[in-house]
């Protein structure tokens, strides 16, 4: 097996999309391309504003029906409890259509010994033969999506009100940076940057790189959950909870917008007491989540007030004298979308790596 750069297919100006050559995506067997994280960081490094817009475009595609996102499977471990790899299949249709499927692992023990807790690889197939015709280290399309998607709701979840200048980032992993990344480069400016973490290494590796990368506003490590939320208008949860930590009411007194990026942090009464959109009612109802939870607590689904999608679009107005709390399952159609983008430019670049022969028995009768 052999790799070298791609000399099977051209790439489209006005699209980026591989044109057909008698073996690209959509004609015949297409030749399959492996993209690593150092290119796909080289397409999406600057480009922030541009995924913003690609991922509000991908919520209203899915809205619209424009999209199959099935449940998210979720394979455990009797003996590693506390890690799990999810499969999120996805597709999108339209001209520029594709499927795929995402594989996430989270193995949180890994950050002891000196590695990232997760690892992803993206897989596209072909919207008319249904072949793969790549593999992306999908890591950092995983975290850019959702940092994305929260930037997103940031700004639409704002609108109506004053945009928050004091933020808190209650974990400060991978996904809290890359939030704060896409909230300064979609236009976020704060008099005041809060950070909590359980482990003090991490909030200390965090606060380091707000400071080297001369981010304007004071810094402040906090010692307490309370002290963090209290102290902020827009709180960022980017942990990895498993069960609810956060259930005091009045810690959210002054309402805040929260983002409850990692899910599991807030208790029943948090969500009962505020104003909730979730990106996908249907996903974010499962497996345990905070809202998941409130549903089972009380029979119902009244405590939701919609979907981001439906804020996008004016169906749903935000109060501005309650906490909002924007709870994202993460869909995998936001991946796919993104790592589409990713494959269209890296073939316009002319720098897909293409494994030869990769589909070998190719006739039916041999």
Same mark, same amino acid.
């Given at each position: 097996m052999t790799t070298d750069t791609n000399t099977n297919t051209d790439t489209s100006p006005e699209t980026g999309r591989a044109a057909s050559t008698g073996t690209g995506p959509g004609t015949g067997v297409p030749p399959f391309s492996v993209i690593s994280g150092a290119q796909v960081q080289q397409v999406l490094h600057g480009h922030e504003k541009h995924i913003v817009d690609l991922v509000e475009a991908t919520y209203l595609l899915h809205g619209a029906g424009q999209t199959v996102n099935p449940p998210s499977y979720f394979l &455990?471990?009797?003996? &590693?409890? #506390?890690?799990r790899i999810i499969a999120l299949p996805a597709s999108i249709s339209g001209p520029d259509g594709v499927d795929g499927l995402k594989w996430i692992s989270s193995f949180p023990h890994n950050v002891e010994t000196g590695i990232p807790r997760a690892s992803a690889v993206l897989i596209l197939n072909d919207h008319e033969t249904g072949y793969p015709f790549a593999c992306l280290e999908s890591s950092i399309i995983s975290a850019t999506r959702t940092a994305a998607s929260a930037a997103l709701a940031a700004d639409h979840l704002t609108r109506h009100t004053t945009r928050p200048t004091r933020v808190g980032f209650f974990g400060t992993g991978l996904?809290? %940076?890359y939030i704060h990344t896409f909230l300064s480069a979609t236009g976020w400016s704060f008099d005041e940057i809060g950070i909590h973490d359980l482990s003090p290494d991490s909030a200390a590796g965090f606060r380091r790189y707000l400071e080297e990368h001369n981010?304007?506003? %004071?810094i402040?490590?906090?010692? #307490?959950?309370?002290e963090l939320i209290r102290a902020a208008d827009l709180v960022v949860f980017a942990t990895i909870a498993s069960r609810p930590h956060v259930s005091d009411a009045a810690w959210f007194s002054h309402h805040p917008l929260v983002l409850h990026? #990692?899910?599991r942090d807030l208790a029943p009464e948090i969500l009962l007491d505020a104003t909730n959109v979730v990106?996908?009612?249907?996903?974010c109802l499962k497996a345990d989540t905070s809202p998941h939870l409130v549903e089972q607590l009380t029979g119902d689904r009244g405590f939701l007030s919609g979907t981001l999608e439906d804020v996008i679009s004016g169906r749903v107005s935000v109060p501005t004298d309650r906490t909002v709390v924007f709870s994202p399952f993460g869909l995998g159609v936001l991946d796919l979308a993104v790592g589409k983008y990713v494959y269209d430019e890296t073939a316009r670049a002319g720098e897909l790596h293409t494994i030869q022969d990769f589909f070998h028995e190719r006739r039916r009768h041999g």
């Open positions: &455990r471990f009797p003996d &590693r409890p #506390s890690s996904i809290a %940076r981010t304007p506003g %004071r402040t490590v906090h010692d #307490s959950a309370e990026i #990692s899910l990106d996908d009612v249907e996903h």
